[in-house]
């Protein structure tokens, strides 16, 4: 949150609040400033997780390495009467804050097939073929080097992305990436996403439970109702949105599986629309202008109004997804690194089984995800299924499908559920931390060398000028 939310120009002796001290607010400001400025910047919450794994990976490998393992497991829960639920910190990190964050994800898809570029297929279509060749491909080249082994249970490992760190590396190129490359890295991110969620769905589930189907039918049924009442407060929703959580987690359905339910559940909508917000607002601003008495208590009915005016002229989906952003980005993913990119090197092993782990997911990262995406994208074009955005040349896409091999977060995500513990979980994990870092660099530097500004510059055309040439 920004200190300096009113500038001196426009209030003048009003800019600080009142019994705020002007010299130690001016301080603040100072020190504050560098902060907001790197929180405003793209590619800062791809650092800030970066710094993460690096502080996990160093204290879980130094001589404090036993407080960084028991941090973890220190027992967390709630106990009332004889009802008590308890887990450690990991499961609380993992099975937890992690709903939220696959709740975003929810929320974006929501979106996405509402209004953004799932919304025609004509316009889906290119980024569809890249996902699905960026999952098919890295997934056959770990089950090819696990085939016969119990490890190749692994094989949804390679498959994921992580669009943090790939949004950093476009943003360290600056002009070097066209608006059209960026949407479709995102749009082909938001496909893998899909993909991952259906993998974690459909064949990393325990044994499934009546009971626990029953309770998250329950949580999503109330939030369907209170949908159809018309009642709008996103906190109202808590209690339902808990219920199909435990409901998922009873099931036997990984519980970040709730996040992503609710999160399509959203309405996607605004309640005013621009004009309406706008009519409101003239109308509150006018009444208040002449009102004779203008003491709070004759003001909050107004502003209330004005308030939910405001909030109302945004939809559920953009508010709330705004809102949870900063917390996900700066908060959620990086305590998930720091929990979980912990890699011993004294337990991960290339012996035996863990050498095909190992290459499975190397290969399938930074070989698989470039190649699926490349070769499927080019299927597509040649079959004329789809076309390339304008500005955007195959060496974009090449450049793409390396980004696609950052697996990172829901990478370490799907190996937690494929390999619960123990040896061939750790070297996962090194593997996913070294694929990812060289798939970064590889993308980084294919960008310097094959991506030119003047590219950028030629693809910020609108979208009614791409369809015209299209359609010469």
Known sequence: MTLNIFSDNKLGSRANPPGAW???????????????RFLHIQASSGIILMLAAAVALIWANSQWSHLYHSLWHTPL??????????????????????????FVIG????????????????????????????????????????????????WGIPMATDIAFAVGVMALLGKRISPALRIFLLTLAVVDDIGAILIIAIF?????????????????????LMQKLGIRS?????????????????????????????????????WLETDQFLDIAETKVHKIRHMKNRDEAALLPHLSQLNTARKEAV????????????????????????????????EASLANDGFNVFWGVMFGLILGKPVGVFLFSWLAVQLKIARLPT???????????????????????????????????????????????LAAGLAFATGLILLKPELADGAARTESEAEASADK
């Open 22 to 36: 002007k010299p130690l607010r001016r301080w603040a400001q100072v020190l504050t400033a560098p902060v907001e």
């Open 77 to 102: 829960g709630f106990r009332l009467g004889n009802l008590s639920f308890e887990r450690d910190l990991h499961f609380w990190i993992n099975d937890g804050l992690m709903a939220i964050f696959f």
């Open 107 to 154: 929320l974006e898809i929501r979106r996405e097939i509402h209004q953004g570029e799932l919304s025609e297929m004509r316009r889906a279509a290119l980024p569809l073929f890249a996902a699905l060749g960026g999952m098919v491909v890295p997934a056959g080249v770990f089950i090819m080097l696990n085939q016969g082994l119990v490890t190749a249970q692994g």
């Open 204 to 224: 990393y589930s325990a044994e499934l439970s009546t009971l626990g189907f029953a309770l998250a039918a329950i949580g999503i049924l109330f939030i369907f």
């Open 234 to 270: 996103p906190w109202a929703y808590l209690a339902p949105a808990l219920i199909t959580w435990g409901g998922t987690y009873a099931a036997g359905i990984h519980p970040t599986i709730a996040g992503v339910v609710v999160g399509l559940m959203t309405p996607v909508r605004a």
């Open 315 to 346: 939809s559920p989906v953009e508010r709330i997804q705004q809102g949870l952003h900063g917390w996900v980005a700066f908060i959620i993913m990086p305590l998930f690194a720091l929990a979980n990119a912990g890699v011993p090197f004294g």
């Open 391 to 437: 500005g955007v040349k195959w060496r974009g896409i090449f450049f793409v499908g390396l980004c696609a091999g950052i697996g990172f977060t829901m990478a370490i995500f799907i190996a937690q559920l494929a390999f619960t513990s123990g040896q061939t979980l750790e070297t996962a994990k090194l593997a996913i931390l070294c694929a990812s870092g």
